[in-house]
């Protein structure tokens, strides 16, 4: 158990609706990232947050997604209007900021867009 | 895109052999990290390396962050059913701290 918690860790939805995922990080980590990871592929850096900011976007994170963390503490993504190819487990990490630590990566959100 | 290339791509070994990956980079980074994933699992850190040259163990595992800070091997001594999985090299970047990941090596072990 890295203590970083992901909901749900399965989602199967109809291609068009949109679904939302949530990620609860380990306390008083402040910095927190979304990676996807597609199959036979190694995780793609999304976007991330330090506290309620977020930083950075990446260009595989177009306008149908958007993520939130509101209060600095849990994050969730959204996918609007799913496609195909959004299929993919969705990853959350979280980092406390130390010198010589390491983000914690939570269990996942698998996602099948049929 | 990835900037991480990490060979074998997958591997059949015979249990109780020793294992040994690499992953290369074409930039030069200082943070080079070995994770392990399971199915359906994300990805758990197994050591990290901070120092160029530097060689560290964790149990059977051994990695080493290379001279250049453009590689790193990770060898894993007398394997185990449990070694089963997906092996990546992350590395680090300076100033955003973003993770970036190579392209992962599949092992399997026969018992």
């Known amino acids: 158990d890295t203590g970083v918690s992901q909901d749900p860790r399965h989602k199967i939805t109809k291609r068009g609706q949109n679904v939302t995922f949530r990620c609860d990080p380990i306390s008083e980590h402040n910095r927190l990232y979304w990676y996807r990871q597609t199959l036979g592929q190694g995780p793609e850096f999304l976007t991330y947050?330090?506290?309620?900011?977020?930083?950075?976007k990446s260009r595989l994170l177009s306008d149908r997604f958007s993520a939130e963390r509101p209060k600095g503490s849990f994050s969730t993504l959204e996918i609007q209007r799913t496609e195909q190819g959004d299929s993919a487990m969705y990853l959350c990490a979280t980092w406390e900021g130390g010198v010589n630590t390491e983000a914690f990566f939570g269990q996942g959100t698998r996602l099948t867009v049929v | 895109g990835q900037q991480l290339n990490q060979s074998p791509q997958s591997m059949f070994i015979q249990e109780g052999e020793d294992v040994s990956m690499n992953c290369t980079s074409s930039s030069i980074f200082n943070t080079w990290l070995w994770y392990k994933q399971d199915p359906g699992e994300g990805p758990v850190l197994l050591i990290a390396l901070y120092k160029a040259g530097e060689l560290t163990s964790n149990g059977r595992l051994t990695a080493q962050f290379g001279i250049t800070r453009k590689d790193s091997f990770l060898n894993i001594s007398a394997s185990i059913p449990s070694d089963v999985g997906i092996y990546f090299c992350a590395v680090k970047t300076s100033g955003t701290y973003k993770y970036i990941f190579g392209t992962g090596t599949r092992l399997k072990v026969l018992a």
């Open positions: 947050f330090q506290n309620e900011a977020q930083l950075e």
